[in-house]
């Protein structure tokens, strides 16, 4: 097997191990529990063991932990902007989500962790957010706090060659609904479109306002 047969092979599999660890996260209870029933993509309620505390570097240059950035409900997403095209594409999707819930009276926060410890300075990721959204944080931090904050939301990367300053970067491309209070609510695949994400987050935001039964969602932070 050559070289880029290795890689491909690794990239697939980690996106295998990437969505059977959030499916092994989440676990269903019956729906009459939960009232955020009607706004996930599986039947029932589901708690999931992701998400949690993190200690970063914001593109500000300050530190900055977990509770600091997600004040609101958050779209978090793991990627590098380097990224050729992924990373771009993704974000500029959750971007226009935000926008569409901002219509709908929603203030939610876009997150960008970068995994790039190396490249993504807190200039570059100003850069990068910037051209994103104004509402979007972006994160950085060491490579022990970008590592821990990973494993946290049970995601994925692998430098391809570290040491190159043209290197690629594998992850995870899942976006996270998160929120404050109540941690992971769902979570996006890159197939969603903006309009598909700002539904069922707004579905979830709807049913947070809505007095009813205590929503039965895991707290990751």
Same mark, same amino acid.
């Given at each position: =097997?050559?070289?880029?047969? +290795?890689? #491909? %092979?690794?990239?697939?599999?980690? #996106? /295998?191990?990437? /969505?059977?660890?959030?499916?092994?996260?989440?676990?269903?209870?019956? %729906?009459? &529990?939960?009232?955020? %029933?009607? @706004?996930? +993509?599986?039947?029932?309620?589901?708690?999931?063991?992701?998400?949690?505390?993190?200690?970063?570097?914001?593109? &500000?240059?300050?530190?900055? *932990?977990?509770?600091? /950035?997600?004040?609101?409900?958050?779209?978090?997403?793991?990627?590098?902007?380097? @990224?050729?095209?992924? @990373?771009?594409?993704?974000?500029?999707?959750?971007?226009?989500?935000?926008? $569409?819930?901002?219509?709908?009276?929603?203030?939610?926060?876009?997150?960008?962790?970068?995994?790039?410890?190396?490249?993504?300075?807190?200039?570059?990721?100003?850069?990068? &957010?910037? $051209? =994103?959204?104004?509402?979007?944080?972006?994160?950085?931090? &060491?490579?022990?706090?970008?590592?821990?904050?990973?494993?946290?939301?049970? #995601?994925?990367?692998?430098?391809?060659?570290?040491?190159?300053?043209?290197?690629?970067?594998?992850?995870?491309?899942?976006?996270? $609904?998160?929120?404050?209070?109540?941690?992971?609510?769902?979570?996006?695949?890159?197939? %969603? *479109?903006?309009?598909?994400?700002?539904?069922? /987050?707004? @579905?979830?935001?709807? #049913? $947070?306002?809505?007095?009813?039964?205590?929503?039965?969602?895991?707290?990751?932070?």
């Amino acid at each position: =097997m050559n070289v880029s047969s +290795k890689t #491909a %092979a690794l990239a697939a599999t980690a #996106a /295998v191990v990437v /969505v059977v660890g959030i499916s092994a996260a989440v676990s269903f209870l019956p %729906a009459q &529990t939960d009232r955020f %029933a009607q @706004c996930r +993509k599986g039947t029932g309620s589901a708690s999931a063991q992701i998400g949690g505390p993190f200690t970063l570097v914001s593109e &500000t240059g300050v530190p900055v *932990t977990d509770r600091d /950035v997600i004040a609101r409900p958050s779209l978090v997403y793991f990627g590098y902007t380097y @990224c050729p095209d992924v @990373c771009p594409i993704d974000s500029t999707r959750n971007a226009a989500a935000v926008d $569409l819930l901002a219509e709908r009276g929603h203030e939610v926060t876009p997150v960008f962790i970068s995994v790039d410890a190396a490249r993504d300075t807190p200039p570059v990721l100003t850069e990068f &957010t910037d $051209l =994103m959204s104004p509402k979007m944080i972006g994160l950085t931090g &060491t490579p022990e706090q970008i590592d821990a904050a990973v494993r946290a939301y049970r #995601a994925y990367y692998l430098i391809r060659n570290p040491g190159d300053p043209a290197t690629l970067v594998d992850h995870s491309t899942q976006t996270y $609904l998160m929120d404050p209070k109540l941690g992971f609510l769902d979570f996006y695949d890159r197939d %969603a *479109t903006p309009e598909m994400v700002a539904e069922s /987050v707004g @579905c979830f935001l709807d #049913a $947070l306002q809505t007095p009813g039964e205590n929503p039965a969602a895991g707290n990751g932070n």
